[in-house]
């Protein structure tokens, strides 16, 4: 059964670290195109992170680019998603997700159609 399993949310607060996990199974995330997006409540669904397969690339969204890292386990077949520095306006539940694609750009985030049961991240003091 193919399975994307988020893990990893919580309460931080400002300034912190979190490192998200995503687990696949069924299949081995190594072979599509893996990413991450995030939604609030009342807000529109946004793009945060994609990482390609193979070593074909990475893409960030605008508002997270120099703070988050995406990265891959082939072995445990898990991708993580490193949250540094986070702020408030992070806050929101982040879906592991797939286009089934091999190469991911910013249309990616446009294209998921696949996800988790997602995993909620608090930014607060």
């Known amino acids: 059964q193919v399975q994307l399993v988020e893990s990893g949310g919580g309460l931080v607060q400002p300034g912190g670290s979190l490192r998200l996990a995503c687990t696949g199974s069924g299949f081995k995330v190594e072979t599509f195109v893996i990413g991450w997006f995030r939604q609030a409540p009342g807000k529109e669904r946004e793009g945060v992170s994609c990482i390609s397969s193979g070593d074909e690339g990475i893409v960030y969204g605008d508002s997270v680019k120099d703070r988050f890292t995406i990265s891959r386990d082939n072995a445990k077949n898990t991708v993580y998603l490193q949250m540094n520095s986070v702020k408030p306006e992070d806050t929101a539940t982040y879906y592991c997700?797939?286009?089934?694609?091999?190469?991911?750009?910013?249309?990616?985030?446009?294209?998921?159609?696949?996800w988790g049961q997602g995993t909620q991240v608090t930014v607060s003091a």
């Open positions: 997700a797939t286009d089934w694609s091999f190469f991911c750009t910013t249309a990616t985030f446009e294209k998921f159609d696949y």
